[in-house]
């Protein structure tokens, strides 16, 4: 019995074995030199494309970062099957991955996370589904949410104890936080600054001027054009409350475009015209400084044309 087991094993253990080089890391440093030292010969620009491929994995997740840094005992595996790391769906594409987060940008249309009344296909369930693919141990945490309308960046956590340190360190670490809107009407101010207390109804969410015991909102607005009935508006934000852009724009009198929840009677685009086009921050654990930025909509471009 013990020379079949054996036999038997040796098969799947190949192709195991197959699938990735593998290397133990033996003394601290930072990933791009241990690959290059490692892989002798190998070009910093050849190791920026295997991270870039997403097919550089460090203790079964993968790795995108050339300066990620390595602690003894750690395993660097190179994957010779780039089809199971590649990531495509219509509604979400993947900025940047490291072990500790992920930086995606979301459609409009999905859900962040599930709700109580809604269980449908959320951006978390895709990528629980990505990173579970690498390793079935991998799981997605939820960090912050946008709109199921509002399309843009968003970031996850991929471990409970980075999740804990960003919702607790947020506003230290999350430094720049902007989104791009086109409102109803000609805005009156090229800039200004809009503070309520905003308290979520459920089916809605409702502020007010003084403090009912709802939350403390500011909003950052600044005015980039106006044209055909419409402002194209830049927002900044302190706090990040539900709804708190739309709340605040119908405070003024421009509700976002398609926003009928909120006020706007048109629907010019067919969809909500607010985009989270920036996200700035230091990292949780590298506290290395992380910009994203993704182009305005070009609807949003095409429907502030002058005519």
Known sequence: MARKNSKANKPIMARAAAKYTTYR?????????????????ISRTRVKALLTNRVVLVDNTIQ??????????????ISREKHKHE??????????EDAYIIVVEKKEGLLSVATERQKERTAQHIL??????IHKGNRIYVVHRLDRETSGIMMYAKDEKTQHTLRDNWHDLVRDRRYVTIVQGEMEQDEGTVCSWLTDRKL????????DGGKYSVTHYHTIKRANGFSLLELQLETGRKNQIRVHMQSLGHPVVGDERY????NPLGRLALHAFKLCFYHPVTHEWMEF???????FKTLMLKK
């Open 128 to 133: 629980n589904e990505y990173v579970k693919r």
């Open 87 to 96: 990531f495509h769906h219509p509604m979400l594409k993947i900025l940047y």
């Open 25 to 41: 890391v033996s003394e601290p440093g930072e990933l791009m030199e241990f690959l290059m030292k490692k892989m002798a010969g």
């Open 64 to 77: 995108t970062l050339y300066n990620y840094p390595l602690q003894p005992g750690m395993c660097v595996q």
């Open 263 to 266: 006020g706007c009677e048109m």
């Open 293 to 299: 930025e993704t182009p305005y909509p070009t609807p």
């Open 204 to 211: 809605y969410v409702s502020s007010s001027p003084t403090d």
